[in-house]
């Protein structure tokens, strides 16, 4: 019924304008044709001219028929009830040439149509838009309400939205209708009118020109449903497309409108009021502030954790990620919970969301050190090690080397998921990816110490090979992070008994001293400067420090320590003992003392001088380097004479008793009693020198 | 120095004491001990005994508390 109306409509439409456009008939609805005839005629006429030779019965009848059938596939409408074209062909499976043109000619048709309403919408929308702008103003509400029916129904139609937009009087009135709208249902409409005004890139410029932004975050707090959607859409629009938008939001304090908004329960409205909050607060420190202070992180982690609508994770794990960064935003959503909630999403089947909670993560990890409940996001991320994705593994192994720093609890349930070997071949495959390198190493560095399940850890970087990939790692070329974190995870791998021959095996003994070396001619080429010496981050100090801590624990099996002595350390470790950095004088103390177990090593270290230093380090407050100096000088002190005894014991005394009043009183008889067998004995030695 | 005498109170037993608490120490740092410093103990249990319980309890050779959490930043895209 509607489509015959619009047909009789169009035939109308095409007679009056005819009537006042053109004189002739084009044929547009009475179907003479115009075209060539598919026959032999090159004459193009209104009606068809046929010579009197040709002029039939029977031609007339074709030529009647033509002219039915095209009109006929044009213009079906127009057939008297009963009429049909004859068909003209004698196989029915073959189309005519009009049947063929049957269906471009209705689209061309339809188009032709739709042209001439198109200019009706927008003559009638610019005649009425002066007379509506004025009414959207005037003092009688129900005027107003009226007004802005209509033109919300004017923006239904495409001609008459396009003329609205370019009006910036009427934009402007309907800002302000909205702002001043008494009723609800005014309100509606005029933020319907700006909704359907943003669609449009020069209703988006009217928009803001007219200072919609502030009246739109406004409306944020209205309590009819609609006029947020409205809303919150046209802002989301304006921030998308419209320059100058998010600067117009942040001063009309929209964020402070927005976050409340998100204790909604939309999910498709919470889509857009999430990707709102994401292009407000993407580089902008103080938008991510006040949605910390108006309690954003708790929100969007209660989204994550209580929606399953795929985009408004995706735009939620995007704000979360914004967020992330933020050094006061970090702990915020760590506190609630956004670990645990975004671990949730890691095993979907949406890549980008899986991705983006794999980055926030990353980026909280290190301010969720502490965190409990992370049981099964430990296990997944043990279970992604062994993606190909190289993004995936960056994460993954970022995230863990951060959760098992310094908590021995996630150091042992990584162990026990099978993290060891997962770590092995993140780093087997990571090649000189040091994104990746670096925090698997480090990461495998935490799971060998300081846990119940260190040494199984230890045993198991063994069995799984791993022994000679992390050696490998301290080749050349040098990327000093990834040669940090190894030279740490060997001295943890040579805890273990076992590990110490495959370790030397894999060459780690002569790749360690000329690091060393290395690293040391670095400082004292810099000792002069009171600025230390960095490369790719790292000081040569923690290089030194790392190396001879590893050779300390190396050492400790007597093959390694006649290898590490051979290689004509001594001399610089004993120099190390003069180090301002007190872990490397420990971990120096630490390896000569090891050395020391050897006699002929004993002889060299006392032969360098190493007494002295060893003396002032029995002073130190740390007691690893006391002890450690102490059992060198005893060592060295076997074949020395009894003054140089009683010197060490003296100096022992006053370090590792000062704070016994016991034993200060033992000190004294101590001393005394050294003294009075001292003046003995030299009284002997007198006596018998004399006689 | 190493004198097989039982531990009294006198200035030389001391030393014993010194020499012993810094071998157990060593041990309890995971260090090697030379065969005599080991039969040295064996020879002094007594004062071995009275020293075990007053040496730290805490992990004396761990240096420094080892790793500080990486702060990653990653570049975002919109």
């Known amino acids: ?691 | 120095m190493n004198r097989e005498e039982a531990p009294g109170k006198s200035p030389e037993d001391m030393y014993i004491q010194q020499k012993v608490r810094v071998l157990l120490m060593l041990k309890k740092m995971g260090s090697n001990l030379t065969p005599s410093e080991e039969a040295f103990l064996r020879n002094y249990a007594g004062v071995v005994h009275s020293q075990m319980s007053q040496l730290p309890q805490h992990n004396i050779d761990q240096g420094k508390a080892v790793t500080h959490a990486h702060t990653h930043t990653h570049s975002l895209t919109v």
């Open chain 1, 1 to 691: 019924m509607e489509m015959m109306s619009i047909e009789a409509d169009s035939v109308v439409k095409v007679a009056e304008w005819q009537q006042t456009y053109y004189a002739t008939d084009s044929g547009i609805q009475s179907g003479a044709t115009t075209v060539q005839d598919d026959e032999s005629s090159t004459e193009y006429s209104g009606n068809k001219k046929y010579t009197n030779s040709t002029t039939t019965g029977t031609e007339a009848q074709y030529s009647l028929t033509r002219a039915q059938r095209v009109r006929a596939a044009m213009f079906p409408e127009t057939l008297v009830e009963g009429e049909a074209a004859m068909p003209v062909q004698s196989d029915p499976s073959q189309q005519s040439n009009v049947q063929r043109l049957a269906e471009p000619s209705q689209l061309l048709k339809t188009a032709l149509v739709h042209l001439i309403n198109y200019q009706d919408d927008a003559e009638l929308a610019t005649r009425a838009v002066p007379e509506l702008t004025k009414l959207l103003g005037d003092e009688d509400p129900v005027v107003v309400n009226k007004a802005a029916m209509i033109v919300n129904q004017l923006t239904r139609k495409e001609a008459s939205l396009r003329v609205l937009v370019q009006s910036p009087a009427m934009v402007a009135s309907v800002v302000c209708a909205m702002t001043t709208a008494t009723d609800m249902e005014t309100a509606r409409c005029t933020a319907s009118v700006l909704h359907s005004l943003s669609h449009q890139r020069e209703g988006l410029l009217a928009i803001f020109k007219a200072g919609g932004i502030p009246a739109l975050v406004r409306m944020l707090s209205s309590p009819v449903e609609s006029v947020l959607f409205y809303g919150i859409t046209t802002l989301h629009n304006l921030l998308l497309h419209q320059e100058g938008a998010k600067m117009a939001v942040r001063l009309a304090d929209g964020l402070q409108r927005i976050v409340p908004l998100l204790k909604k329960s939309n999910p498709k409205f919470l889509a857009i009021t999430t990707d709102c909050l994401q292009l407000l607060s993407y580089g902008n420190q103080e938008s991510k502030l006040i949605i910390l202070a108006n309690g954003g992180p708790e929100c969007l982690v209660f989204i994550m954790r209580n929606y399953n609508y795929e985009k408004l994770l995706w735009t939620t794990s995007r704000v979360l990620k914004v967020l992330s960064v933020c050094p006061s935003n970090k702990p915020a959503i760590v506190e609630a919970g956004g670990m645990q909630a975004l671990g949730q999403h890691l095993t979907g089947s949406s890549q980008r969301l899986i991705q983006n909670c794999l980055w926030t993560l990353r980026n909280l990890s290190d301010a969720a050190t502490k965190q409990e409940g992370l049981d099964g996001l430990l296990q997944i991320l043990v279970t992604q090690l062994g993606s190909d994705d190289v993004n995936m593994l960056t994460c993954a192994t970022g995230i863990l080397s951060n959760l098992t720093c310094n908590n021995s609890r996630n150091k042992t349930l990584v162990t026990q998921y099978g993290g060891v070997e997962a770590l092995i071949h993140a780093v087997l495959r990571a090649g000189e990816k040091e994104d990746v390198a670096e925090p698997a190493v480090c990461a495998l560095r935490h799971l060998t110490s300081r846990h119940q399940d260190a040494e199984l850890a230890q045993n198991a970087v063994r069995l799984h090979y791993g022994i000679p990939a992390i050696v490998k790692l301290l080749g050349q070329p040098h990327y000093w992070p990834v040669v940090k974190a190894t030279v740490g995870l060997i001295r943890n791998l040579a805890l273990c008994p076992a590990n110490q021959a495959s370790l030397r095996e894999a060459g780690a003994i002569p790749r360690l001293v000329n690091l060393l070396l290395k690293a040391h001619q670095d400082t004292q080429r810099h000792a002069s400067s009171t600025q230390h010496t960095y490369q790719d981050g790292v000081r040569m100090e923690e290089i030194v420090e790392g190396c001879t801590g590893a050779l300390h624990i190396l050492a400790r099996d007597p093959i390694n320590r006649g290898e590490i002595a051979s290689m004509q350390t001594i001399p610089l470790f004993v120099q190390l003992l003069y180090s301002y950095v007190e872990n490397v004088k420990r971990v120096s103390a630490g390896v000569l003392c090891e050395l020391a177990l050897d006699k002929h090593s004993a002889e060299l270290i006392d032969a360098e001088g190493a007494s002295a230093p060893l003396m002032e380090l029995l002073h130190s407050n740390n007691e690893g380097i006391a002890t450690y100096a102490a059992a060198v000088l005893f060592r060295i002190s076997e074949d020395k004479s009894s003054d140089y005894r009683k010197r060490v014991s003296v100096e022992l005394t006053h370090s590792l008793f000062k704070h016994d009043p016991a034993a200060w009183e033992m000190v004294k008889y101590l001393c005394l009693w050294m003294s009075v067998c001292f003046c003995v004995q030299r009284c002997w030695h007198k006596s018998h020198t004399h006689s």
